[in-house]
């Protein structure tokens, strides 16, 4: 063995040596409770101003209408959607990574769940804008809503479209409140060590009371395991539901039964990308290098690594059936995918998605942060150009010639996306500052289970 | 010491409460109660707490919740108003098993909240607990065992000896009269 013990990444730890229960606390709850500094100050007001152009975008959309977009007969489905999917995917893997990995025991996951669960909750609340913006009529999205009205009417339980409404929903209210049930122990903390009374009063209405007494853990760590064992199938069948949108129909290039799965494992990838990123921003912004080491980033651009084999097959089986079967409009559909007006798309899609991974297999770049930064981000563009190829492209190419039509997004499709990003950083700023960014009673837990510290 | 003060031993590490949990166990003390920063494990082992209640209450909402919003689907897309979409038979059942699956998640998880503040006891803004000396650090780094004057076994004067003699930081008392 060349390599020295300590280097070797099993025996890396996930929490330095010299962090003790009263250090974790102190370091954590103190990014919360100091004065916010200038950094964050223009960090929140430029993404504050990006917020004002989303709603401009929106105020304007709601007036002139869904013809300020760039979608048309033949690509009903633009930008929105494409938006919508995506950030329902970054969305679904704070959770996922959060539950599965609670699950699993993985100890590094302790460090990085509180952002990852709170990047699910701006992504999918985000998300759920697009499906209300894009509708013709938003003042009526309520019709979606079983409820007895005057005209007898109910809502068409057959398509996923309100399947979606019920998903996202119920996927937007479980993460709230397995991400409050986390931060309860932590706001507890917070009260106990703010020393302003509106602080005080503020933190200690959040935490509910709580004392950290041994019966309060006890139905704690019942709840919190169970709300993981639930938000595990909750995630897989969001996503599934959103791939269901394109599943069910008798789109070529859309009618595959691969989709639910496809779209749950793209989900998961492209969220581990944003959380690798998100990761990366906040450890070198708030000097977290205590409590996120190598270790993390290593372990989480592994799992990038392995989710970009699950797509990469995913394409290549998309292709091969395509060939494989008897069906015409889906060998063509393929074809023109990969030659067609869209195919830059598509190609860039395979070398974000598959190709630039690929790099993760070596050990140095998992731990470079700048080049795992890179991955990260390109990933995310990959995963971005993946909804446009599914959406756009295959809409633009359907079954009748005489309907194929390109889609050329507005001014209005690129500031509603470009104030989507606006609003998650917005949200994103206001999490750090009122919110332990880190979950202090399961790092203190960690600390201990790494032998005792006090 | 005011009566139906109870008396609270403070610790540095979550092995030193475990072990003194053991020996007041031992002593013959009951109404014992113990506060730790995180879930140590073993504590309520330790404590001989009974086992949760919330995963049958979780269960049972969550079984609540599929089948309504199931029979809520099958009622109206096939009995209050029945309508040919896409030629689709009007009890389409594997239609309707998405969004039985989303409300058998959500009952489940609004059970599992709210019944963990019911069990608790929470919301709940104050206790005597608040009022102990040093008990803010019970939430930061300091291990807390408490022994209740409604113990049988307890005596304000050789309880806080039998408690000194577990070497903790500090015994403080608990006014319980405030609530």
Same mark, same amino acid.
């Given at each position: 063995?060349?390599?020295?013990?300590?280097?070797?990444?099993?025996?890396?730890?996930?929490?330095?040596?010299?962090?003790? +229960?009263?250090?974790?606390?102190?370091?954590?709850?103190?990014?919360?409770?100091?004065?916010?500094?200038?950094?964050?100050?223009?960090?929140?007001?430029?993404?504050?101003?990006?917020?004002?152009?989303?709603?401009?975008?929106?105020?304007?959309?709601?007036?002139?209408?869904?013809?300020?977009?760039?979608?048309?007969?033949?690509?009903?489905?633009?930008?929105?959607?494409?938006?919508?999917?995506?950030?329902?995917?970054?969305?679904?893997?704070? *959770?996922?990574?959060?539950?599965?990995? +609670?699950? &699993?025991?993985?100890?590094?996951?302790?460090?990085?769940?509180?952002?990852?669960?709170?990047?699910?909750?701006?992504?999918?609340?985000?998300?759920? #804008?697009?499906?209300?913006?894009?509708?013709?009529?938003?003042? #009526?999205?309520?019709?979606?809503?079983?409820?007895?009205?005057?005209?007898?009417?109910?809502?068409?339980?057959?398509?996923?479209?309100?399947?979606?409404?019920?998903?996202?929903?119920?996927?937007?209210?479980?993460?709230?409140?397995?991400?409050?049930?986390?931060?309860?122990?932590?706001?507890?903390?917070?009260?106990?060590?703010?020393?302003?009374?509106?602080?005080?009063?503020?933190?200690? !209405?959040?935490?509910?009371?709580?004392?950290?007494?041994?019966?309060?853990?006890?139905?704690?760590?019942?709840? +919190?395991?169970?709300?993981?064992?639930?938000?595990?199938?909750?995630?897989?069948?969001?996503?599934?539901?959103?791939?269901?949108?394109?599943?069910? *129909?008798?789109?070529?290039?859309?009618?595959? *039964?691969?989709? &639910?799965?496809?779209?749950?494992?793209?989900?998961?990838?492209?969220?581990?990308?944003?959380?690798?990123?998100?990761?990366?921003?906040?450890? !070198?912004?708030?000097?977290?290098?205590?409590?996120?080491?190598?270790?993390?980033?290593?372990?989480?651009?592994?799992?990038?690594?392995?989710?970009?084999?699950?797509?990469?097959?995913? +394409?290549?089986?998309?292709?091969?059936?395509?060939?494989?079967?008897?069906?015409?409009?889906?060998?063509?559909? *393929?074809?023109?995918?990969?030659?067609?007006?869209?195919?830059?798309?598509?190609?860039?899609?395979?070398?974000?998605?598959?190709?630039?991974?690929?790099?993760?297999?070596? !050990?140095?770049? /998992? /731990?470079?942060?700048?080049?795992?930064?890179?991955?990260?981000?390109?990933?995310?563009?990959?995963?971005?150009?993946?909804?446009?190829?599914?959406?756009?492209?295959?809409?633009?190419?359907?079954?009748?010639?005489?309907?194929?039509?390109?889609?050329?997004?507005?001014?209005?499709?690129?500031?509603?996306?470009?104030?989507?990003?606006?609003?998650?950083?917005?949200?994103?700023?206001?999490?750090?500052?009122?919110?332990?960014?880190?979950?202090?009673?399961?790092?203190?837990?960690?600390?201990?289970?790494?032998?005792?510290?006090? | 010491?005011?009566? @139906?003060?109870?008396?609270?031993?403070?610790?540095?590490?979550?092995?030193?409460?475990? =072990?003194?949990?053991?020996?007041?166990?031992?002593?013959?003390?009951?109404?014992?109660?113990?506060?730790?920063?995180?879930?140590?494990?073993?504590?309520?082992?330790?404590?001989?707490?009974?086992?949760?209640?919330?995963?049958?209450?979780?269960?049972?909402?969550?079984?609540?919740?599929?089948?309504?919003?199931?029979?809520?689907?099958?009622?109206?897309?096939?009995?209050?108003?029945?309508? @040919?979409?896409?030629?689709?038979?009007?009890?389409?059942?594997?239609?309707?098993?998405?969004?039985?699956?989303?409300?058998?998640?959500?009952?489940?998880?609004?059970?599992?909240?709210?019944?963990?503040?019911?069990?608790?006891?929470?919301?709940?803004?104050?206790?005597?607990? $608040?009022?102990?000396? =040093?008990?803010?650090?019970?939430?930061?780094?300091? $291990?807390?065992?408490?022994?209740?004057?409604?113990?049988?076994?307890?005596?304000?004067?050789?309880?806080?000896?039998?408690?000194?003699?577990?070497?903790?930081?500090?015994?403080?008392?608990?006014?319980?009269?405030?609530?």
């Amino acid at each position: 063995m060349s390599r020295n013990i300590d280097e070797h990444p099993e025996n890396e730890t996930v929490l330095h040596a010299d962090q003790d +229960y009263a250090s974790i606390s102190r370091e954590i709850s103190d990014i919360v409770l100091r004065p916010a500094g200038r950094g964050w100050w223009l960090g929140f007001g430029l993404s504050g101003l990006g917020v004002l152009i989303f709603f401009a975008a929106a105020v304007y959309l709601f007036y002139a209408g869904v013809g300020i977009w760039g979608v048309n007969t033949t690509v009903v489905w633009g930008f929105a959607i494409i938006n919508y999917v995506w950030w329902i995917g970054i969305g679904n893997a704070g *959770t996922l990574i959060s539950a599965m990995l +609670y699950l &699993a025991r993985q100890p590094w996951r302790t460090s990085i769940n509180r952002f990852a669960e709170a990047m699910t909750i701006f992504a999918a609340s985000i998300a759920g #804008l697009f499906p209300i913006l894009h509708l013709g009529r938003p003042y #009526l999205f309520y019709w979606l809503a079983p409820y007895p009205s005057t005209m007898g009417v109910w809502p068409q339980f057959r398509s996923p479209l309100v399947w979606d409404m019920f998903a996202i929903l119920t996927y937007i209210i479980v993460s709230v409140l397995f991400w409050y049930t986390g931060l309860i122990p932590d706001l507890a903390t917070l009260r106990d060590r703010a020393r302003s009374r509106a602080a005080q009063l503020v933190y200690g !209405a959040l935490a509910l009371g709580w004392r950290g007494s041994a019966a309060h853990w006890r139905h704690y760590e019942r709840a +919190y395991l169970i709300l993981a064992a639930l938000a595990v199938p909750l995630v897989v069948s969001v996503h599934s539901v959103v791939g269901y949108d394109f599943a069910t *129909t008798l789109m070529p290039g859309w009618r595959s *039964t691969l989709f &639910a799965p496809y779209f749950v494992v793209g989900a998961m990838f492209s969220g581990f990308a944003m959380v690798i990123v998100i990761t990366i921003a906040l450890r !070198a912004a708030f000097k977290l290098h205590a409590f996120v080491t190598p270790r993390h980033l290593d372990a989480m651009a592994k799992i990038l690594l392995a989710a970009s084999l699950i797509m990469g097959y995913a +394409y290549g089986m998309e292709v091969f059936m395509a060939w494989y079967g008897t069906d015409a409009d889906e060998w063509r559909q *393929t074809v023109t995918t990969a030659t067609g007006p869209y195919a830059p798309a598509y190609w860039g899609m395979l070398f974000c998605n598959i190709v630039v991974p690929q790099l993760c297999w070596s !050990a140095r770049i /998992r /731990r470079n942060i700048p080049a795992l930064l890179i991955i990260a981000i390109l990933v995310n563009v990959g995963m971005w150009l993946e909804r446009y190829v599914i959406v756009v492209n295959i809409l633009s190419h359907g079954f009748v010639p005489s309907q194929f039509r390109q889609y050329f997004p507005t001014v209005w499709d690129w500031a509603t996306m470009l104030g989507s990003f606006a609003l998650f950083l917005w949200f994103f700023f206001l999490f750090v500052r009122f919110v332990p960014m880190v979950p202090m009673h399961e790092v203190r837990r960690l600390a201990h289970s790494l032998g005792e510290r006090s | 010491m005011t009566p @139906n003060s109870s008396w609270l031993a403070e610790f540095a590490t979550a092995e030193q409460l475990l =072990n003194a949990i053991t020996r007041t166990r031992i002593a013959g003390y009951r109404r014992i109660e113990a506060y730790a920063p995180f879930d140590v494990p073993g504590l309520a082992e330790e404590l001989d707490l009974p086992a949760s209640r919330l995963p049958l209450w979780i269960l049972i909402f969550g079984i609540l919740g599929g089948v309504s919003a199931f029979l809520l689907q099958a009622y109206l897309a096939a009995v209050d108003f029945p309508l @040919n979409a896409g030629g689709r038979p009007y009890f389409s059942w594997p239609s309707f098993t998405l969004v039985s699956f989303e409300f058998t998640v959500l009952g489940a998880a609004l059970a599992g909240f709210f019944g963990m503040l019911a069990l608790k006891g929470l919301p709940r803004p104050y206790h005597p607990i $608040f009022d102990a000396a =040093n008990c803010d650090r019970a939430s930061q780094d300091r $291990f807390f065992l408490m022994i209740d004057s409604d113990d049988p076994e307890f005596d304000p004067d050789s309880t806080r000896r039998f408690l000194e003699s577990l070497n903790p930081i500090a015994v403080t008392e608990v006014n319980r009269e405030v609530s």
